[in-house]
């Protein structure tokens, strides 16, 4: 940042945010961990480069940014808390307060891994989309996507990454600055919509562009264009088509190389309209694809070393000759991936010559003027300089610029020739269409009669005719189905109307799906999806009478959990029956609810017979069974029992006295 930023280390900027070490630096700004002393809470600091301080224009349109990205709540956005201007003496440092994400960036995943596998990349991209979708729906444009914006935190227990975009409108404050002009470019060369290059538009379409060349560097590793110099990279963006990422990395589906051609077409007209346009293609090629969503790796956090680093001199654009001479880059790396000021190509007028001074007198003029010579020489190289880089990339265009032709309701082999034989390179996609047969041509993108220069590459979009139910097997995530339906051009609804219980599919999946797979329909007619509600009820079976043993038996073969419940007497039960059970007998259970079952058996005693038996004899067959005996009368030793009450083989309760008649 500068010679001084190791200085801030400690300060407390407003007398509330307390400066600790440094996390990152770049031309522009460096970032350090600090903490929000009145809310005793971890925060990032970012502080503008001391040159920006002092242009009211900078500060006015920072401030109005910070306040435009701090009313964005997403969890894919870095969080704005606070901004300020601190001021210490004849210093004034720019700062604004963010969430702390603690972890590394994109640009660090890249750097460990080359490239991501598809479906890790595909999902870091989804994040990345829902967060400037958010943006978007906002009214914010983020003028500077990059894996160095993208940030890689940790959230939940155990941690599992999560994906945040950075610095919304950080690029539009510093073009308000004093120290750029209209004919400088701010951003990140090799992710720069080609408007941005040509006439310094940036709207959504542009961070779509952007986004899909970050898309384009996940999946092959690297960007697509490089160059020796800023000018040639960017010369590219205007003039080139992005090539197919599967040039670079062979077998990747066709669906992944149209998403990114799509996203990066050089008009921006062509691409999807602004980030939540491109999340949705994007969600519908992974499902077609069948791909799930990957679990985002943590990185560890960081911190960067503060080493002293000289002051970034202002730029001046009438002293950038030819062009593209870098002024800031937001992070150490060399090269076209820091945000740059660069000077954009015009086409400039050959100025009239100066008067020729006298012949004789020419050596005394080159001596006396020199600085006026040299100067008149630079506004020449400038002036061709210019002339160049206009028919190189206005004027040779214009010389071999063909219309494309008509090719609706033609087959796809006469499409192409037709494309190819006007001199057009052509790519192929599909979609459903509710009025062109399959593998008819709906027509071309750009579209018949469009202007385009010869070579240029054209797609073919090619009728799937209308769209059909797509195949969704019981025991489907919910989600899942749903994107299925989407990517089949038929829109999804959830209709618990139809849920119904299943023996085989578990709870919350999905059961049917309405009207059935294979149905052909017109696009985005709806299609309903019922879920499973789990095995059907089960009453409780009956086991009252049944020994304990068998009762369990007879409960586990039904599918329930018995367990004993306790005892208790029942005149109708022998004893270590079971006497009933709660739930009851008859209850019906809930497929997935509670199926423990409790069993209470039975602590009656079964009267025995004693009639006919001595008395001693009766009195010791009674006790052994738990009950009294209770003789009627006076005894003698050869004394019998001639009746007794209860009668034999009554159920009665345990101790219970039994009345004994004897004779004599």
């Known amino acids: 940042m500068t010679s001084t930023e190791t200085s801030l280390a400690g300060t407390l900027l407003e007398r509330r945010y307390r400066v600790d070490g440094l996390l990152a630096r770049g031309g522009m700004s460096a970032v350090y961990r600090g903490s929000d002393t009145r809310l005793d809470r971890p925060v990032a ?65 890249l750097d460990q891994r080359g490239k991501l596998d598809v479906p890790l990349a595909l999902s870091v991209a989804e994040q990345m989309l829902a967060a400037l979708s958010a943006a978007h729906q906002a009214g914010l444009v983020h003028r500077d996507v ?7 935190g940790a959230t939940g227990h155990p941690p599992t990454g999560v994906v945040k975009v950075a610095d919304f409108g950080l690029v539009r404050a510093v ?19 080609p408007e941005q290059v040509t006439t310094g538009m940036a709207g959504e379409r542009g961070d779509v562009y952007s986004a899909g060349i970050v898309l384009y560097e996940l999946l092959t590793g690297q960007v697509p264009y490089t160059g020796d110099t800023a000018i040639s990279v960017a010369y590219r963006h205007v ?9 670079v990395e062979p077998g990747l589906p066709a669906v992944l190389d149209d998403l990114v051609l799509r996203a990066t077409r050089r008009a921006p007209e062509a691409r999807p309209a602004d980030a939540a346009a491109f999340l949705q293609e994007l969600r519908r090629v992974r499902a077609a694809l069948g791909i799930a969503p990957a679990p985002i790796p943590v ?20 002293k950038t000759v030819p062009a593209f001479a870098p002024v800031a880059t937001t992070d150490p790396i060399a090269g076209p991936r820091g945000t740059r000021a660069m000077v954009r190509p015009q086409a400039a007028p050959v100025p009239p010559p100066p008067p020729a001074p006298p012949r004789e007198d020419l050596k005394t003029f080159v001596q006396r ?16 300089v210019g002339t160049g880089v206009w028919w190189f990339s206005v004027g040779e265009d214009a010389a071999d610029s063909i219309s494309i032709p008509p090719v609706a309701g033609l087959d796809q082999a006469t499409a192409e020739k037709t494309l190819h034989d006007a001199g057009l390179s052509v790519t192929v996609t599909r979609q459903f269409s509710d009025t062109v047969a399959a593998g008819k041509a709906i027509g071309s993108d750009p579209q018949a009669g469009t202007s385009v220069q010869k070579s240029s590459s054209v797609t073919l979009v090619l009728s799937s005719g209308r769209p059909t139910v797509p195949d969704i097997s019981p025991g489907t995530e919910l989600a899942q189905a749903e994107a299925a339906v989407k990517a089949a051009g038929l829109t999804p609804r959830r209709d618990e ?57 007879r409960l586990r073969e039904a599918g329930f959990e018995p367990y004993d419940a306790g005892t208790e007497f029942s005149e109708n039960v022998p004893s270590g029956s079971v006497t009933r059970t709660t739930p009851a007998a008859g209850t019906t259970i809930d497929g997935h609810g509670d199926k423990r079952v409790g069993v209470f058996t039975s602590t009656a005693v079964q009267v025995p017979s004693v009639l006919g038996r001595p008395v001693q004899d009766a009195i010791q067959l009674l006790t052994d069974a738990g009950l009294q005996a209770d003789v009627q009368g006076r005894t003698r030793n050869f004394s019998i029992v001639v009746g007794q009450d209860p009668e034999p ?13 004897v004779f004599p």
């Open 146 to 152: 990059k894996p160095e914006n993208v940030l890689i």
């Open 497 to 553: 109307s139809i849920d119904t219980y299943s023996s085989t599919v578990p709870a919350g999946k999905v059961l049917v799906v309405d009207p059935k797979p294979g149905t052909q329909l017109t696009i985005g007619s709806p299609v309903r999806i019922g879920l499973s509600q789990g095995p059907p009820p089960s009453p409780v079976p009956s086991v009252v009478g049944l020994s304990r043993n068998e009762a369990f038996q």
């Open 649 to 661: 083989g009554e159920q009665v309760e345990r101790g219970k006295k039994v009345k004994l008649q």
């Open 239 to 247: 003039n080139d088509d992005v090539p197919a990422p599967s040039t």
């Open 175 to 193: 073009a308000s600055a004093g120290t750029t002009s209209s004919s400088i470019i701010l951003g990140t060369v090799s992710y720069l919509a």
């Open 299 to 318: 990185l560890p956090p960081k911190e960067v070393p503060a080493a002293p680093v000289a002051p970034a001199p202002p730029v001046d654009p009438e």
């Open 45 to 109: 600091i970012k502080v503008m480069d001391p040159r920006f301080a002092d242009d009211r224009s900078f500060v006015e349109r920072f401030e109005r940014e910070a306040r435009l990205a701090a009313k964005l709540h997403h969890p894919n956005v870095v969080t704005v808390h606070d901004q300020g201007v601190d001021v210490a003496g004849d210093r004034s440092h720019v700062f604004l307060v963010m969430e702390l994400v603690d972890g590394g960036t994109l640009r660090d995943l």
């Open 369 to 384: 003027r020199p600085v006026v010579l040299w100067a008149v020489i630079a506004t020449l190289v400038v002036a061709l």
